[in-house]
């Protein structure tokens, strides 16, 4: 079913979530939809004339396992009724929160930009919350899972700590976060362009997002508040149990960070995969071979981006923490755990489905548990995967 949320001030349109709820069951999965961003007034005015900036167009249901929208596969693997392939998480009632915004629900800003538009993504998130304890009674849940992939995954780690306390849970109640394809790096390009950062920053401005980001992040950074908006830093300042899922070479971070043109003047208007001379390098090759489409110095470059990907995630801070964790693989795709993948991507004999399980069933008996960690080999030279499980 749909049911919309209001914004908490303002004449805004309403966001959107869609509920599938199962007979007495007190366990639930809330997976927050991806979509990129909009990094100016002019690319936000574009994406509300689509289901990504407005929820005119919204459907009043669909099936839960059915594909729809912009997105193929909209619900499947972690989210997936199937219980062959879902057993963990299959028999809980779902939350499926759209994504409208185009800030990963960060925004908040008092007044109306131009072109007329709304930056109120976070306020519409404390307006979900709100509809969700008390529509929905989500409060007395015996546990409640976190996720979303891409943006929305991004949202998991900008906003993990803040949904929990939203959500007025029992101290019984078991809550954990699983973000998907969603630990974006603040970095430069290959030419050393800070270009992804200037356009994440540049949205941080727009819909004045200090409002959204982590309290403990943005204590921790006082001087660069704006840099929470990254999940490298704001990852370090998680409260919540939480385990990542992402590829270290990521088919969305390869075009759209690393493989980015531009300059501090033409930043707004960037495209993925525009970086002069791996054009055809930095697309999104699913699971061919990257040595048909990268020179030997264009695998360098990516491989240098998997060191990075690795340094900036396993700080002592992060898998230190009792009850983190993560699955960290070389497959050049992106939230795998959305398709068919969830169950046939392999680490160390252990596939992502399971992996995320063996960690949720840690959270859930409420013990302390040592950091579940899941690591994948860097690509070699040749340009070839390693790993045989890395199809789609």
Same mark, same amino acid.
């Given at each position: ?53 407005? @929820? ?6 669909? *099936? ?20 062959? &392939? ?23 800003? %008092? ?19 709100? %509809?969700?304890?008390? &529509? ?73 997002? @200090? /409002? ?9 950074? *006082? ?7 990254? *999940? ?32 501090? #003047?033409?930043?707004?208007? @960037? ?5 002069? %001379? ?51 693989? #070389? ?33 859930? %008996?409420?013990?302390?548990?040592? /950091? ?21």
């Amino acid at each position: 079913m749909l049911a919309n949320a209001a914004p908490t001030r303002g004449p805004a349109a309403p966001g959107a979530y869609y509920v599938y709820r199962q007979e007495e069951v007190d366990q639930w999965l809330i997976y927050i939809e991806g979509g990129a961003w909009c990094f100016t007034a002019e690319g936000c005015a574009g994406r509300a004339k689509t289901g990504l900036g407005s @929820s005119t167009s919204y459907p009043k249901s669909f *099936p839960r396992d059915q594909g729809h929208g912009h997105n193929p596969v909209l619900l499947g693997g972690i989210t997936s009724a199937n219980c062959t &392939k879902n057993p963990t998480f299959c028999r809980h009632n779902v939350v499926f929160v759209k994504y409208c915004d185009g800030t990963s629900f960060t925004g908040s800003a %008092d007044n109306v930009g131009s072109y007329g538009l709304h930056y109120r993504g976070f306020d519409i998130l404390s307006a979900i919350l709100t %509809d969700l304890t008390t &529509k929905h009674g989500i409060h007395a849940a015996s546990e409640v899972i976190l996720t979303g992939g891409s943006a929305g995954g991004m949202s998991v780690f900008l906003h993990a700590d803040f949904i929990r306390a939203g959500l007025g849970l029992r101290s019984s109640a078991a809550f954990g976060a699983v973000p998907l394809s969603g630990f974006f790096l603040d970095r430069v390009n290959v030419y050393g362009e800070p270009v992804f950062q200037m356009q994440a920053r540049g949205m941080y401005q727009l819909a004045n997002s @200090s /409002a959204g980001l982590p309290r403990n992040c943005v204590s921790e950074r *006082p001087l660069d508040v704006a840099s929470c908006i990254f *999940p490298e830093h704001a990852y370090n300042s998680i409260d919540s149990p939480i385990f990542v899922v992402d590829s270290t070479l990521d088919a969305y971070q390869i075009p759209c960070i690393l493989g980015r043109n531009g300059t501090a #003047q033409t930043w707004a208007n @960037s495209t993925c995969g525009s970086a002069a %001379d791996y054009q055809n390098c930095t697309k999104i090759w699913g699971d061919r071979p990257l040595n048909a489409h990268c020179s030997r110095d264009q695998m360098y470059t990516l491989i240098e981006y998997q060191g990075s990907f690795m340094r900036k995630i396993s700080t002592k801070r992060t898998f230190g923490k009792l009850n983190t964790g993560a699955f960290l693989y #070389q497959c050049f795709t992106h939230v795998a755990a959305n398709y068919p993948s969830w169950n046939q991507f392999i680490l160390e004999g252990v596939s992502m489905q399971q992996a995320v399980t063996k960690w949720w069933n840690g959270v859930r %008996d409420g013990g302390d548990h040592e /950091a579940l960690v899941y690591t994948d080999e860097i690509w070699g030279l040749d340009g070839v995967a390693t790993n045989p499980t890395c199809t789609y």
